[in-house]
């Protein structure tokens, strides 16, 4: 009887996740960032629970035959599987928040424990004291528990674990006191062994509870409890401040490109210092856009545009671009800023082209549909740009110089040559430069005479991919 209640003691090796209410129930607002934050981690801790708990009882439930090989032992493989159960429960009653669900189920969790550590074997065929069961040490196995609720994230739940296990274990302690068996003639036994040292009779006595040492117990159980709260809840905080940090990443996302957001979320001043360096400009612009809105409705002249613009967008942040800003029914893009790259001509003519395509399958979808095509005009040139933060109060980054200007007549050729594409000679040039062996993107476009360009003092080669 001795060594199965020594076995049954491990039963509680096992892990268990919950959660009593939210780290935040004391904010007002729970934003998106943190309730999936919440939810990531609440889930990746029960899923790890539910994990370690399958594994330990298994392993027990394979030790307990070797250490009683008898029929009695089907009594601890049947609470294995109550165990089971409990966690299977808890894995799909998890939630973040408050739930009574959870919360029933993380009290019987404590109950079944408490009950196999504390109360004996009814089918034993010998009958021993029932405070014997304390000479086990069976009280650590709370502390797995304990340790494991940390898997939630939730410091109230940590705290609940401590004051329940401490009830239910001074409940069992009276229950044992008031309604255990004990043996006199086995305790007088004791005595004449240790009747010299009445300290040590005490401790070693088969039928006291010995209550000094069952209250130093739940008073250090307690200890160890708050610690842990403290702990948690002290991590509860980081992973708030982590949301508060992707939740301004995501605002910062809406207005900058991802390299921008990437620079500020990096440094102190990023955009404080102005620079100056080369940098691809692209400028696009939908042809004849005021004609072709004149017969809409607003609502569908402002649906058009953020199709337009979302699929420019898509095309700027995947080759690596930074969109400048909205020109009405167009944008202004630069590949280099807020760091130049060996790639930003040829990303910027790649992004071009994408650009064309986008809206070639956008206008099959359009005639697909009964409505007009929407035609564009592209311009991109390469040179030095400046670079820094422009503003008193409300600070805007801009990019800004001569390269910029010419970029932008470049988009105002593709109507007088009639094409879809223009690109100064420079930018064609560094692009060739830097394409890979066999790259195409170059193929096709016809090279013009100098044209006169505004701000210029002298006339520049243009290379035009003309319309279909």
């Known amino acids: 009887m001795l060594k199965m209640t020594d076995a049954t003691s491990n039963s509680p090796l096992f892990a268990t996740g919950k959660t009593l209410d939210s780290p935040v129930s004391d904010k007002s607002i729970l934003n998106k960032f943190t309730e999936a934050a919440l939810e990531r981690h609440k889930r990746e801790g029960l899923d790890l629970a539910i994990k370690a708990r399958w594994v330990a009882l298994a392993v027990i439930a394979v030790m307990l035959p070797f250490l009683n090989p008898r029929p009695e032992v089907l009594y601890y493989e049947a609470l294995l599987l109550v165990l089971a159960a409990i966690g299977w429960a808890q894995r ?22 408490a009950f196999i550590l504390l109360f004996p074997n009814p089918f034993m065929e010998t009958e021993v004291p029932t405070p014997v069961i304390y000479r086990f040490g069976n009280f650590m196995y709370f502390y797995v528990i304990l340790a494991a609720g940390t898997l939630a994230y939730s410091w109230r739940t940590i705290m609940a674990i401590g004051h ?40 070693f006595d088969p039928n006291s509870v010995n209550l000094d040492l069952r209250v130093q117990e739940i008073v ?81 002249v402002i649906e058009l545009l953020r199709s337009f613009h979302k699929r420019m967008e898509q ?45 070639v399958e956008w206008n099959d979808k359009r005639s697909a549909a009964g409505l007009l095509q929407v035609q564009a005009g592209f311009g991109l040139h390469y040179g030095p740009v ?8 409300r ?3 801009a990019v800004i110089g001569n390269t910029v200007n010419v970029a932008s007549r470049m988009e105002k050729l593709t109507r007088t040559l009639s094409a879809e594409i223009a690109i100064s000679d420079h930018l064609r040039s560094v692009a060739g430069s830097q394409a890979a ?28 991919l003309p319309r279909d």
């Not at 036994?189 to 009779?201: E, K, Q």
């Not at 939740?247 to 207005?255: C, G, T």
């Open 315 to 359: 095309e700027v942040f995947r080759h690596g671009g930074t969109l400048d800003k909205y020109l009405g029914d167009g944008l202004m893009a630069t590949f280099g800023t807020p760091t130049p790259t060996d790639q930003d001509a040829i990303n910027a003519l790649r992004c071009a082209l994408s650009m064309r395509n986008a809206l």
């Open 437 to 464: 062996p066999g790259e195409t993107v170059l193929n096709g476009l016809v090279r013009h005479p100098p044209q006169d360009i505004r701000g210029l003092s002298e006339p520049i080669v243009t290379w035009t």
């Open 386 to 393: 400046v670079l820094g933060d422009i503003g008193a109060n």
């Open 164 to 203: 329940w296990t401490a009830v239910l274990w001074l409940t069992g302690l009276a229950a044992i006191w008031y309604f255990g068996y004990t043996d006199p003639a086995l305790g007088d036994a004791f005595r004449s062994v240790f009747g010299g040292d009445p300290r040590i009779f005490q401790i």
């Open 395 to 397: 600070l805007e980054f």
């Open 92 to 113: 799909r009653a998890g939630v973040v928040g408050q739930s009574k669900a959870e919360l029933g189920l993380l009290f019987l969790d404590l109950s079944v424990l």
């Open 220 to 300: 250090v159980f307690l200890i160890a409890s708050y610690t842990l709260a403290l702990t948690v809840r002290r991590f509860n905080l980081l992973l708030l401040g982590n949301a508060e940090l992707e939740r301004e990443r995501e605002n910062l996302s809406r207005y900058f490109s991802p390299n921008v957001v990437a620079e500020l979320s990096q440094k102190d001043q990023p955009l404080n210092e102005t620079r100056t360096h080369d940098a691809a400009v692209l400028f696009v612009d939908i042809v004849g856009f005021t004609t072709f809105a004149s017969g809409m409705p607003p609502g569908e």
